[in-house]
């Protein structure tokens, strides 16, 4: 069934339908209110997030300029370790060198010590044979002194007795004895010797003419043994007599 054509001046549906208020102007209003604080917290979570990147990169470069700092004071201090381990080492090479100086001197000073204390032994006993020497020269000239006083008149007696004179040999304790007399061809030749009396025992050093070494040595021997030097004298004498002819 067709329904009636319905004319313009007949009311509409949309007429008799009830007027509903959406509050378009509130949501409007309200939207745009939401809008602002929106755009707000964007701007402060920009802002925010700037700052922190900021932040960061500040903390970033204060981390890298803390690690190069202390990269710096690592190198600062790896480099007072090494300079500190070298004087360590020369300090060380020096006082080993020093210890080494100290003992080769410890060395030379006990050294010199010992020297010195034999050199003090040997100078006693050196100075000890001196003194026995000195006293037994000064028993000798005692002695030669006392005996000199009994045989200066029988020595003037044997030097007219047996033609002969008595000179220095040129060194002391040595006595030179001239005989004359004892060539029958000719009286005012001379034959003579040196007698040594340096030690208890003398000797006899040169003669001229020569003579043998057996008749010397038995003469010597007996002058040793009872020291009598005029019998002596005679003995030489009566040798050069013998060898002359």
């Not at 309200?30 to 755009?39: H, L, S, V």
């Not at 304790?173 to 001239?178: G, I, N």
Request: aromatic content about 8%; hydrophobic content about 35%; proline content about 2%.
């Amino acid at each position: 069934m067709r329904l009636p054509f319905l004319s313009a001046d007949a009311p509409s549906m949309a007429d008799s339908l009830p007027s509903i208020d959406f509050g378009f102007e509130d949501l409007r209003d309200r939207m745009a209110r939401f809008t602002t604080r929106f755009d707000d917290f964007i701007a402060q979570g920009r802002k925010r997030v700037l700052e922190e990147r900021n932040q960061f990169r500040i903390n970033v470069a204060e981390l890298h300029e803390d690690q190069r700092m202390k990269k710096k004071d690592i190198d600062i201090l790896t480099h007072k370790s090494t300079t500190h381990a070298h004087t360590l080492a020369k300090e060380a090479a020096e006082t080993e060198e020093m210890q080494s100086a100290i003992a080769s001197i410890t060395s030379q000073r006990e050294a010199r010590a010992a020297y010195r204390d034999r050199l003090r032994a040997e100078t006693a006993s050196v100075q000890n044979a001196i003194d026995q020497r000195l006293e037994a020269q000064r028993q000798h000239a005692k002695y030669l002194d006392e005996q000199a006083r009994y045989n200066l008149p029988e020595l003037d007696f044997w030097t007219d007795y047996l033609c002969m004179r008595i000179e220095g040999a040129g060194a002391i304790d040595h006595l030179k004895f001239v005989y004359t007399h004892v060539d029958e061809r000719d009286w005012e030749k001379e034959a003579w010797f040196e007698l040594n009396t340096e030690k208890r025992d003398y000797q006899v050093n040169c003669m001229r003419p020569k003579l043998k070494s057996d008749g010397v040595e038995r003469c010597v021997e007996k002058l040793n043994e009872n020291r009598d030097l005029g019998i002596f004298l005679k003995g030489m004498r009566g040798l050069f007599v013998d060898v002359m002819k």
